[in-house]
């Protein structure tokens, strides 16, 4: 099925439909290297997309390649301590500068040396006009540097947006940030991180994880503790999902330090909402896991878990077992959700596949998703890709 804005349209038209009559989107959308394109452009380009933690890059120097819609960047902590993303390309030909994790004084390019402070200032042009003539008249280096891309951190996690016209990041989320006011997310810590390869569209892991009707065949021990009987759904316009009001996962090793002055209704409330467009949070009174999905391609997608407590005093060893207990509850339960979600994709690559009907009990979280993405590549902004110089 070729891609054309009259087909985004129609598709847009099924899914936004009373959840009675809605079509979700038709299985050609999840497997397609053209619709994965034009998410890349119309969607990840656009967004402020999550690509890591901030606990990835812990130290002044400490530099992460990231690619978002296609384009390699690469976050660094800069000299005051400062997290800032960059084109992870040279200012002179183009050549990539960081290939690997790692920590670096300075970002030396290996072509022909030319070298950039951790802010991005371009610092050495070396031989440039002949061996030893290490400046040129006529290069003003100032206007040189590393382009920069706007980069922003919330509740640890860290956020790039290739467009320099969007709305700040603490714009976007503020509707879920008041929602949370009562957590007090200066106090997480990083506690533990997982790899995930999923083999399916990332947009299947995601309407997957913000529907409760699956609970009870995939999950059933998570079923066990958080039920659906006191579950709820969350809308907003950039986040939807579920939550509990009581949710007892297994605490074998004792409890975890909790978010300080907790009203007593947040004691055992759970909330898991899918940021859009690629960030699946769980927040609890003593942690806040975030799964990090970044797509490989239509067909396979990478799941990072982070998973964070609450307080310095959740980083002493006596809560270690507690901490990691409580991360494997909720990686197997992705272990779960892989696994159908596998199977979902498979199905979804069948041209007889042509769009969910949904619960109109369960499942208008699912719908509201599906029309995120429907409505973004159907009625897309300008394209605002363009980069500010180096201090701008
Ligand atoms: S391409 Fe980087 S120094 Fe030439
Ligand atoms: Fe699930």
């Keep these: 099925m070729p891609v054309t804005q ?38 990840f380009a656009g967004s402020w997309v999550c690509v890591g933690a901030e606990d990835d890059l812990p130290r002044v120097g400490d530099v992460m390649p990231v690619e978002v819609a296609g384009r390699p960047l690469f976050v660094v902590r800069d000299q005051t301590g400062y997290l800032r993303c960059f084109h992870n390309i040279c200012s002179h030909r183009g050549a990539l500068l960081v290939t690997d994790p790692g920590r670096r004084k300075i970002i030396a390019c290996p072509y022909h040396a030319w070298t950039y402070e951790l802010d991005g200032t371009l610092k050495k042009t070396p031989h440039i006009c002949g061996q030893g003539v290490h400046d040129s008249p006529t290069l003003d280096k100032s206007l040189h540097g590393l382009k920069p891309v706007r980069c922003a951190t919330w509740a640890r996690l860290v956020f790039v947006n290739l467009d320099p016209l969007a709305p700040s990041l603490d714009e976007e989320l503020a509707p879920l940030a008041e929602r949370w006011a009562a957590y007090d997310f200066s ?46 759904e969350l809308f907003g316009d950039l986040f939807v999902g579920v939550g509990s009001r009581k949710v007892t996962p297994p605490r074998p090793h004792g409890p ?80 779960e959700d892989m696994d159908i979600v596998s199977r979902l994709h498979r199905g979804c690559a069948s041209p007889a596949m042509m769009g969910a009907v949904f619960s109109p009990v369960f499942e208008k979280t699912s719908q509201a998703f599906q029309r995120m993405v429907a409505e973004r590549l159907a009625e897309p902004r300008e394209p605002q890709t363009v980069s500010v110089e180096a201090g701008g």
């Excluded at 994880?209 to 699956?214: A, D, K, L, N």
């Excluded at 975890?256 to 949070?281: D, H, I, K, M, Q």
């Design 6 to 43: 009259d087909s985004l349209v129609n598709v847009l038209s099924g899914v936004s439909a009373p959840v009675e009559q809605a079509r979700g989107l038709p299985g050609w959308m999840f497997g397609d290297p053209d619709v994965y394109a034009l998410e890349q452009e119309r969607i």
């Design 187 to 232: 106090l997480l810590r990083f506690s533990s991180a997982e790899d995930f390869l999923l083999p399916a569209n990332w947009k299947l892991a995601i309407e997957n994880f913000v529907e409760r009707y699956h609970l009870p065949w995939v999950h059933p021990s998570l079923n066990g503790f958080s039920g659906i009987d006191h579950s709820f």
């Design 256 to 335: 975890l330090p909790t978010f300080p002055g907790l009203p007593a209704e947040l004691a055992e409330r759970g909330e898991y909402p899918a940021l859009f467009p690629n960030v699946l949070l769980g927040l609890h009174c003593d942690s806040l896991f975030a799964y990090v999905m970044t797509p490989q391609g239509p067909n396979e997608t990478k799941e990072r878990l982070y998973f964070f407590s609450v307080g310095e005093e959740s980083l002493e060893p006596r809560y270690a077992e507690a901490k990691a207990a409580l991360h494997k509850v909720f990686a197997d339960i992705n272990r």
